[in-house]
């Protein structure tokens, strides 16, 4: 069974709208870590955040905000007044405590922002 | 620049060729990983080590070999290249502790 699944396989959106990429984990364990990495056209991978499961305060970093829910386990992902630059492909991804680390990642959502 | 080094960033081999590709991070991290990327199907874990002399399988660990001699590096080897083998490849490592993985810009593998 797939442990993180972003449904949404490719949104496109004008410039300056707000876009929200979905992300749902499935874990049975306590302690887990969930995270967001960016991969523009160049190909790297970036990192973008990293929340463990014993906090679900949401966080805002400029344009980007993430919204961690435990009761749905999901942990989505906003883009406020988008950007020509956002467009990338975004990968959500589980780490459980109790599995040694490994990282379990969605199969990703590809954005496109339209000038 | 600090972070994760991978070499070479592409190669094209012939079925049943070998090859190694080299991994080097100079943060001192304990935890190192390489990944698969394959259209359609995210990143997918091939092996993974927590430290030096320890390795581990990950979900699709066929046909790849790993070890760690020293906490900087972590070769991967292919030892009958596969077309199924043809994907982009990316090392990562990470502090222990979940802080979350730097990744390598990847090695773009062709298996003809």
Redesign the interface.
């Known amino acids: 069974a797939q442990k993180?699944t972003q449904a949404q396989?490719e949104i496109s959106v004008v410039e300056k709208e707000d876009v929200t990429l979905d992300c749902v984990y499935e874990t049975r364990d306590t302690t887990y870590?969930l995270?967001w990495?960016k991969q523009p056209p160049s190909?790297?991978?970036v990192?973008l955040i990293?929340r463990?499961s014993f906090d679900e305060q949401n966080e805002i970093s400029g344009r980007y905000s993430w919204n961690f829910q435990k009761s749905t386990s999901s942990f989505n992902f906003t883009i406020t007044a988008s950007q020509v630059v956002d467009s990338a492909v975004y990968?959500c991804?589980l780490?459980e405590?109790n599995t040694?680390?490994?990282?379990?990642?969605?199969?990703?959502t590809s954005l496109t922002v339209i000038p | 620049n600090a972070g994760v080094t991978q070499t070479p960033k592409f190669q094209v081999l012939k079925t049943g060729q070998s090859m190694t590709l080299q991994c080097a991070q100079d943060m001192n991290h304990e935890y190192m990983s390489w990944y698969r990327q394959d259209p359609g199907m995210g990143l997918r874990l091939i092996h993974y080590s927590v430290g030096a002399g320890i390795t581990d399988q990950g979900e699709v660990p066929n046909g790849y070999n790993v070890s760690r001699s020293t906490t900087e590096d972590f070769p991967l080897r292919l030892l009958s290249a596969a077309p199924s083998q043809t994907s982009v490849y990316f090392c990562a490592s990470s502090r222990q502790g979940l802080s979350g993985y730097t990744f390598g810009s990847g090695t773009r593998l062709t298996v003809v």
């Open positions: 993180v396989t870590y995270f990495y190909g790297e991978l990192f990293r463990n990968f991804a780490s405590v040694g680390n490994q990282f379990y990642f969605g199969t990703g």
